[in-house]
């Protein structure tokens, strides 16, 4: 069995719906400032922490089909992807993927995935792509809680 087939497809793929959203708004060469990458690696950190699932993220071009490639990096992620959250963000694309391993899924129903990445894609709108990122992850750990500890 390979990786791909211990993921769980989760159809949580949305498109930036605001209509008064214009291209120029997200910058698509966009370098974070130190602050920015702070902020992510904080929440990314305490995300896995609270959780004991690993998250990832991945901010580019994901490519057509977006779904397959979101598929193929949470394959890709190293150590046991059972366990593994990855959210892609494609800000030229106005894409946001969300990939559960199969551990992982049975913690974060595709219901709290849709949540979590429509709370995203709202802040993305408003210009605000690390916020987005961050409240996101926030909703992720919020609904995965703390693992189950077995004695």
Not at 16 to 45: G, K, P, Q
């Amino acid at each position: 069995m390979t990786r791909v087939f211990e993921t769980e497809s989760h159809d949580t793929a949305t498109r930036y719906t605001a209509a008064n959203v214009i291209d120029e708004e997200i910058h698509h060469d966009h370098v974070f400032s130190f602050r920015e990458l702070a902020r992510i690696d904080e929440a990314l950190t305490m995300s896995s922490r609270e959780t004991g699932l690993r998250f990832t993220l991945y901010i580019g071009d994901l490519g057509t089909p977006t779904r397959a490639r979101a598929e193929e990096l949470h394959a890709y992620s190293g150590g046991d992807t059972t366990e593994a959250v990855l959210i892609a963000v494609s800000p030229g694309q106005r894409v946001v993927e969300v990939v559960t391993g199969a551990a992982a899924a049975r913690r974060l129903p595709d219901r709290a995935c849709a949540l979590a990445v429509l709370s995203m894609t709202t802040s993305f709108a408003g210009g605000d792509l690390v916020g987005g990122i961050v409240n996101g992850l926030r909703q992720l750990a919020d609904q995965a809680g703390r693992p189950v500890r077995t004695a």
